[in-house]
């Protein structure tokens, strides 16, 4: 296996604030993550794809703007939610993927809430 | 049609029996796939890959592919009620591309 963290595990911040979420990959080099969001009891939603060194992909209907993605390492990727408002919060999932198998590996996930 | 379909459950088993779970997927092209496990509240977690046509054992967990149909599935075998949790199975068009995943099947083993 491999392992993925992510920093923080759960966050609260106020309505107009930005967040920033870390995901790491510990024992492997990722060129490639990914983030994913989740609301309860639905299905894992893919927001985007981070490359190491370039500007992420961006699924259809999320905006790069208020959801910015710098992967500035191998092994780190970084989720920052902007102008955060209420219907922002979710559990934000990131995955990195081994480039070998491709399978990806999954952090813990951090649960925002925006008051 | 979506290109990964499972049922969505719940499926509900008694413990020690084996838990079958299906998957088809619409790319042809399709050359791996993946089954992992997410408890409520949690992150998945990959618990099988499999890239070949046939079988793959890992303890209780067989993944199964069948290419020309188009069909992945994950048998447990003595099924234990820690393993009541949602199965997603993730399909990827080539070795080391983004995964599509299905909506998860919701797996229940009863004491």
Known sequence: GAVVSQHPSWVICKSGTSVKIECRSLDFQATTMFWYRQFPKQSLMLMATSNEGSKATYEQGVEKDKFLINHASLTLSTLTVTSAHPEDSSFYICSALKQQGGEQYFGPGTRLTVT | ?111
């Open chain 2, 1 to 111: 049609q979506k290109e990964v379909e499972q049922n969505s459950g719940p499926l509900s088993v008694p413990e020690g029996a084996i838990a079958s779970l299906n998957c088809t997927y619409s790319d042809r092209g399709s050359q791996s796939f993946f089954w992992y496990r997410q408890y409520s509240g949690k992150s998945p977690e990959l618990i099988m890959f499999i890239y070949s046509n046939g079988d793959k054992e890992d303890g209780r967990f067989t993944a199964q592919l069948n290419k020309a149909s188009q069909y992945v599935s994950l048998l447990i075998r003595d099924s234990q009620p820690s393993d009541s949790a949602t199965y997603l199975c993730a399909v990827t068009p080539d070795g080391a591309g983004k995964s599509t995943f299905g909506d998860g099947t919701t797996l229940t083993v009863k004491p």
